[in-house]
T-cell receptor, first 115, second 109 residues
Framework: GAVVSQHPSRVICKSGTSVKIECRSL??????MFWYRQFPKQSLMLMAT?????????EQGVEKDKFLINHASLTLSTLTVTSAHPEDSSFYIC???????????FGSGTRLTVV | KQEVTQIPAALSVPEGENLVLNCSFT??????LQWFRQDPGKGLTSLLL?????REQTSGRLNASLDKSSGRSTLYIAASQPGDSATYLC????????FGAGTILRVKS
């Protein structure tokens, strides 16, 4: 089936630094990818929709300048958390829709801890 | 605005029991529905996908149904095992997914 690879799985960074998370569709092309954030014991919250070759669409309340999204190819989207603060610590998950096989496929998630 | 509700929020059953997880949604327009499983600290694993024109899908011990007229979907798990312990999420989608809050399942050995 469709596979989405997400890296890194865990990252610890210092406050004020930036962190980049990669999301790759391995066996299909993804013109659109999605970035979610998940707080402990809560469901996924959609942050933004990443569109290949164009600007991302952010959900209400999500800071565009804080969470930079780049979707430069049909198989890669990146999320950069800029000037990270402890409150940005969370679990971030990406997904992509495989239109040929149907349904959404998710990456394994990235646990970000800002100290 | 589509809202998705999952009942129960948590469920604990002994091994071997058959169980049903429920998912209801407010907008009965034509949507596809997908059931996922999430293990602690992990991403989501797709279990079953029901296209808008379908009524149910089966995979192994899992069976999912979709009734658009009543705005409901159920996930049936037969002969539950401790390895089934996880959070189960249903999601409806058109251009993007709308998730329920999930059901935390614990199967006791």
């Amino acid at each position: 089936g469709a596979v989405v690879s997400q890296h890194p799985s865990r990252v610890i960074c210092k406050s004020g630094t930036s962190v980049k998370i990669e999301c790759r569709s391995l066996d299909f092309q993804a013109t659109t990818m999605f970035w979610y954030r998940q707080f402990p014991k809560q469901s996924l919250m959609l942050m933004a929709t990443s569109n290949e070759g164009s600007k991302a669409t952010y959900e209400q309340g999500v800071e565009k300048d804080k969470f930079l999204i780049n979707h430069a190819s049909l198989t890669l989207s990146t999320l950069t958390v800029t000037s990270a603060h402890p409150e940005d610590s969370s679990f971030y998950i990406c997904s992509a829709r495989d239109f040929d096989r149907g349904g959404y496929t998710f990456g394994s998630g990235t646990r970000l801890t800002v100290v | 605005k589509q809202e998705v509700t999952q009942i129960p929020a948590a469920l604990s059953v002994p091994e071997g029991e058959n169980l049903v997880l429920n998912c209801s949604f407010t907008d009965s327009a034509i949507y596809n529905l997908q059931w996922f499983r999430q293990d602690p600290g992990k991403g989501l694993t797709s279990l079953l996908l029901i296209q808008s024109s379908q009524r149910e899908q089966t995979s192994g011990r899992l069976n999912a149904s979709l009734d658009k007229s009543s705005g409901r979907s159920t996930l049936y798990i037969a002969a539950s095992q401790p390895g089934d312990s996880a959070t189960y999420l249903c999601a409806l989608y058109g251009n993007k997914l709308v998730f329920g809050a999930g059901t935390i399942l614990r199967v006791k050995s």
